[in-house]
Every structure is written in structure tokens, then in C-alpha cells.
Nanobody
């Protein structure tokens, strides 16, 4: 079990950037694939990004590829999501999630992540 706490959300304008952080505590951080998901009102929670335990493998959906970057600092037990060129469609609650020893083929499957943070709101105005 690992405890996750997100921070860095807020209200920005279209075209702005924002960096989310997720601090983890409880188990060996590098054992965990870390993911970011988001959920807009009335919509299902969707995959945003994932990074392997070592940081060597990342994955993004087409909707954020080239705009968002996931990274991690295993010495600080923290994963980041740098979000650039934000637009109103990016408005959602963003969740950090952790999955131990998750294979890359399952990165996008939210059911594979057993540990979740409380979420942080990101609002992008036009």
C-alpha cells in the first residue's frame, strides 16, 4: 500500500502551463508504475500519462501527447505532470495513481491501479 497526495492544481487561462506533483509514502516508490488520470464532470475517469518505476518508459494518449510530460524523482518519492498549452477541454480533477510492478501494456487500464490520491482540480478558462 502506498499513500498519494497531489498538489499543484488551480485555475489558469488557455495556453498557460501548470505542473502537478504527487508525493508518495509507504512502500518502495521505484517498485511502482505511476499514472495520472483525470475526470471531468459527467465523464469517466480517463488515462493521461504513466511512467515506469525507473522512469525509462512513459505513455500518453493522443489527446495530451506533445503537451503533457510525466516525470518522477525516486529520491523524493514524487511524480510530476507538466502540462503545457492547456485548453478548456483539459478541465478536470486530476488523480495520481500507483500500481506495483505494472507491465507497460496495462498502463492505460485504471483498474490496474490500486492506490489513488484524493485528486486536484485543474480549471482552464478560454
Amino acid at each position: 500500500q502506498v499513500q498519494l497526495v497531489e498538489s499543484g492544481g488551480g485555475m489558469v487561462q488557455a495556453g498557460d502551463s501548470l505542473r502537478l506533483s504527487c508525493a508518495a509514502a509507504g512502500r518502495t516508490f521505484s517498485d511502482y508504475t505511476m499514472g495520472w488520470f483525470r475526470q471531468a464532470p459527467g465523464k469517466e475517469r480517463e488515462f493521461v500519462a504513466a511512467i515506469s518505476g525507473s522512469g525509462g518508459i512513459t505513455s500518453y494518449p493522443d489527446s495530451v501527447k506533445g503537451r503533457f510530460t510525466i516525470s518522477r524523482d525516486n529520491a523524493k518519492n514524487t511524480v510530476y505532470l507538466q502540462m503545457n498549452s492547456l485548453n478548456p477541454l483539459d478541465t478536470a480533477v486530476y488523480y495520481c495513481a500507483a500500481a506495483r510492478y505494472l507491465g507497460a501494456r496495462n498502463y492505460r487500464d485504471r483498474e490496474q491501479y490500486k492506490n489513488w490520491g484524493q485528486g486536484t482540480q485543474v480549471t482552464v478558462s478560454s
